[in-house]
Each structure stands twice: as structure tokens, then as C-alpha cells.
């Protein structure tokens, strides 16, 4: 970065109006949380330099130094040129009100199981106090595990994953909410390490993208772990264990709940005759599924 050509560029106003700009003419993807390049700038430079987001319009006017002009210029750049995602520039992200570190070991936080979780997975669940255990399978970032714990205040949380990268971050993220007498990340290809454990409830947001579906994602897709994202030819690989497993690990009552994107076509074409209730989330009523013990396989 020529800091010579950006010169004229001094507060932090000038900064989000350049960032603007660079996202405008470049050909990033947003995929991760924004859905416009005018609030992504303002996360990006505000964040990049400690700044909360609600005292914005205290520091706008505020110069940078040159280490910072520098700083925010290189992230800007990496943004815009690279396609990294804002939220591993940041190392945070926020999911349904959640804030959460996160690096490239682990995906950007998005799920729309978190939206149910915010209402207490009603009403499947008739009182969230009665719930004592629960297991989030392909944990990553463990947000969906620090989520249901707030949530559901009687109960332990297993975060579980096959990377010991994710839950390296996870259990930073654990630390961060207090929560290491009730999250406990466990290394685990999903259920094999879990011999014996059940649950009142499970919840999953597991790799879902097909092969296919993989080589097309745009660029910044490329800087999250593929082992978090693609399963198999029609992207049903993990469900399918995940299905034919569940119930062993389930108490008397208890619910599945699962994120499979696209894939709706998919799952129906192998599990034409399984009861599962579709679940309403902002993405639609195709997104995540339902399915209580009684009806697993």
C-alpha cells in the first residue's frame, strides 16, 4: 500500500468513505453477516482500531496516527484484494447479539439455529429449565454451545468437533463467557468419542456444501477450513451419520435439530418417509430441521 497516494485520507471518516470505495469497485463477496458495503466499511475501520461500534459518532472526526493509517490501510486491502472476510481481519463476530472471536480455524459464526435458540427453541422445548444436557455437534467456534448454555440455564453444554484447531478458538471463546463449568469442547468425530453420553437435546450445524457447490463459493469462502464446509457429492455425508446415530444419544423426549442449507432436495431424495418438522428461520422453512427421538431411525 502506497501510503503516499492515500495522504489525503486523516480521520476515521475519511477511512470508512476510502473502505466504501475499495469495496465498491472490488468484487467481494457478502456472505458473512453485512449485506452492504457502507456497514461493512465502518465494522472494518472502527474494529481494525478498537473503536465499539455505538461510539462511532464520537471518534469519526478523530485523525489516525501513521502506525494506524498503515494498520487500517493493509486491512482494507486485504479485504478488498484478497477477499478475506472482515470477521477474520476483526478476529470477531457477532451472532444474534453474541460477540466472538474467531480466526481462520474455525467458520465466521452464521447459523440459523441461533435465531431459534434466542427463542428457547419453543415449542419444542416447554420450559428451558428443565433442560440438563446438551450437545452441539461440529461446535467450531462454539457459539451455538455458549448460546444454548445462556439460554438454557441448567445445563451442560458438550462443544464438539473434529478439528483441535476449532476448538482451540472455541474454548477462547469459552474462557471469554465464563463458562468452563459448563462448556466442555471435545474432540470427537462426531459421536465417536461420546460412547455412553445422551442429551435432551442436540443441535448441529455440521458441513453441508457438495463438492460441486465448493469449487463455485466466491473467494472468501476460501479463507474458512474446508474440512468445516464440504460433505460429499449431494453434501449429506455427516447428516447421514449423524441420523443414523442420534438416537442412542438422545434421552426420552429428546430433539434433534439440524442446519443443512440447500440441501432440502437432497435429504428428501434419501430420507423420503422420515418425519422431521421444517423450522421457520429468517432463511425460510427449508433451512433447519426437527426431529424428535421417537422418529430417528
Given at each position: 500500500m502506497n501510503l503516499q497516494n492515500t495522504a489525503p485520507l486523516r480521520t476515521i471518516r475519511d477511512f470508512i468513505r476510502y473502505a466504501v470505495t475499495r469495496l465498491n469497485t472490488s468484487s467481494v463477496c457478502y456472505g458473512h453477516g453485512f449485506d452492504?458495503?457502507?456497514?461493512e466499511a465502518g465494522f472494518l475501520v472502527l474494529r481494525s482500531i478498537g473503536i465499539e461500534l455505538e461510539f462511532e459518532e464520537k471518534f469519526l472526526d478523530a485523525a489516525l496516527t501513521e502506525e494506524e493509517r498503515e494498520f487500517v490501510l493493509n486491512q482494507i486491502s486485504r479485504r478488498c484484494d484478497e477477499l478475506v472476510p472482515t470477521a477474520y481481519l476483526t478476529k470477531e463476530w457477532w451472532l444474534t447479539g453474541?460477540?466472538?472471536?474467531?480466526d481462520d480455524r474455525v467458520l465466521i459464526p452464521r447459523s440459523y439455529i441461533a435465531e431459534l435458540l434466542e427463542n428457547d427453541l419453543q415449542p419444542w422445548v416447554k420450559n428451558p429449565e428443565e433442560v440438563h444436557s446438551v450437545l452441539d455437534l461440529c461446535t467450531g467456534s462454539a457459539c451455538l454451545a455458549i448460546i444454548a448454555a445462556d439460554k438454557f440455564p441448567n445445563a451442560t453444554v458438550d462443544a464438539v468437533d473434529i478439528s483441535e484447531a476449532a476448538l482451540q478458538v472455541a474454548q477462547i471463546n469459552i474462557e471469554d463467557y465464563g463458562l468452563e463449568q459448563r462448556v466442555f469442547p471435545i474432540q470427537s468425530d462426531l459421536f465417536t468419542n461420546l460412547q455412553?453420553?445422551?442429551?435432551d437435546v442436540i443441535i448441529s450445524n455440521p458441513p453441508y456444501v457438495t463438492e460441486q457447490a465448493m469449487k463455485e463459493l466466491p473467494g472468501e469462502y476460501c479463507h474458512e477450513p474446508s474440512l468445516a464446509l464440504v460433505a460429499g457429492e449431494d453434501g449429506?455425508?455427516?447428516?447421514?451419520t449423524i441420523l443414523e446415530e442420534a438416537r442412542s444419544h438422545l434421552n426420552d423426549d429428546g430433539i434433534l435439530i439440524v442446519e443443512l442449507g440447500n440441501g432440502k432436495e437432497a435429504f428428501d431424495a434419501r430420507w423420503p418417509n422420515l418425519n422431521v418438522t421444517w423450522l421457520q428461520t429468517s432463511g425460510g422453512d427449508d433451512q433447519v430441521f426437527l426431529i424428535k427421538k421417537e422418529d430417528l431411525p
Open positions: 452492504n458495503p457502507y456497514d453474541y460477540r466472538f472471536f474467531v455412553g453420553a445422551k442429551y449429506m455425508d455427516l447428516i447421514k
